[in-house]
């Protein structure tokens, strides 16, 4: 007899008392063997040539299930996984869907079968109690919530407001370091609270709090990504360390503007697409340097179905 998915639940009803105990017996038996259900799972998928998405494990851009995803949201909307809005939430509803048909596909009658190419009538067999009913709930909701996120395309036109955005806090700071009056001195509070000190280091600060982050929500890739990724990182370095040697908010800023043009000649110079990002997720620096580049775009969609 085969045995039942690692999800399966007890589904069968105790017509007297003395069942109750034999099923008590048989649900610590199946909790015992989820773990081997699991492996035998898995170890199906990834026969055919899937990864497993049953488990939270990371998703790479190079795993079938995301490659899967990636062309359907090609074909059905013309653009790339990448140039969603979230396309980490996409890949995480999609996985979720994955192991919701397929629960709901054994608790209905369906059995244990390969429902990746398969809708979620399809995999529905009809009644399955409330446990059946409250999976079709959890599905539909996350269906609704992943169309939502399919369309959520990340326009050109949203990149040119965050472009606009950094230009402008590229002024702003400029006026903040250097001559806070021109904005604030029309203000009581300004003068009595004597805020021109703390607005000039604000304006050097600008760099890494809204000017970099903007550039870099327009994802860009290649030499601009490697040279934004630097410039996040050496901009706060430059604005702790340089009041050490000057009191000059005016030079800190320059300094700043130096590390990020620096930063950009640095990046266009070294950049190697076949280098990027390697099968193994490692650039071609060093170990913690690779870790902190990647760890900069945790959120971003890049740590989870990001295109190399």
């Known amino acids: 007899k085969e045995p039942a998915p690692f999800f399966a639940a007890e589904v069968a009803d105790s017509k007297d008392s003395s069942d109750d105990s034999s099923s008590a017996s048989t649900s610590t038996m199946e909790r015992e063997r989820k773990p081997e259900f699991m492996a035998e799972a898995s170890d199906a998928l990834t026969a055919v040539g899937w990864s497993s998405p049953l488990d939270d494990a990371e998703l790479t851009s190079e795993d079938p299930f995301v490659k899967k995803i990636d062309e359907q949201i090609q074909a059905d ?10 396309p980490a939430k ?8 994955f192991n919701l048909r397929s629960e709901l596909a054994y608790l209905t009658g369906k059995g244990d079968m390969d429902i990746a190419d398969m809708t979620t009538e399809e995999c529905d067999g009809g009644k399955g109690g409330e446990e059946a009913d409250a999976i079709r709930k959890a599905i539909d909701k996350k269906e609704k919530s ?5 369309r959520a395309v990340f326009r050109g036109w949203l990149k040119n407001v965050f472009l606009g955005q950094a230009v402008l806090s590229l002024a702003l700071s400029w006026v903040m370091v250097s001559n806070p009056a021109s904005l604030f001195g029309g203000f009581d509070w300004f003068q009595t609270n004597n805020l021109d000190i703390s607005i000039r280091v604000l304006g050097f600060w600008w ?7 903007s550039l870099r929500s327009r994802r860009p890739r290649g030499g601009e990504k490697k040279a934004l990724d630097i410039a ?9 360390v340089a009041p050490a040697l000057t009191k000059d908010t005016e030079a800190i800023w320059a300094a700043n503007l ?4 620096a930063a950009y000649a640095y990046g266009f110079l070294i950049y190697n697409e076949n280098e990027e990002d390697d099968a193994d997720g490692e650039g071609g620096g ?12 945790f959120g971003s ?8």
Do not use: Q
């Open 90 to 97: 996409v890949v995480n509803l999609e996985r979720d869907l």
């Open 146 to 150: 992943l169309l939502i996120e399919r």
């Open 232 to 240: 996040f990182l050496g901009t706060p370095l430059v604005s702790l």
């Open 301 to 308: 969609g890049r740590e989870r179905g990001a295109r190399k």
């Open 258 to 261: 130096a590390i990020t043009v």
């Open 286 to 297: 060093p170990a913690w340097l690779n870790f902190v580049f990647k760890s900069l775009d």
């Open 207 to 213: 760099w890494w709090l809204f000017i970099i982050p």
């Open 77 to 86: 909307f013309g653009v790339g996984l990448d140039e969603l809005l979230n």
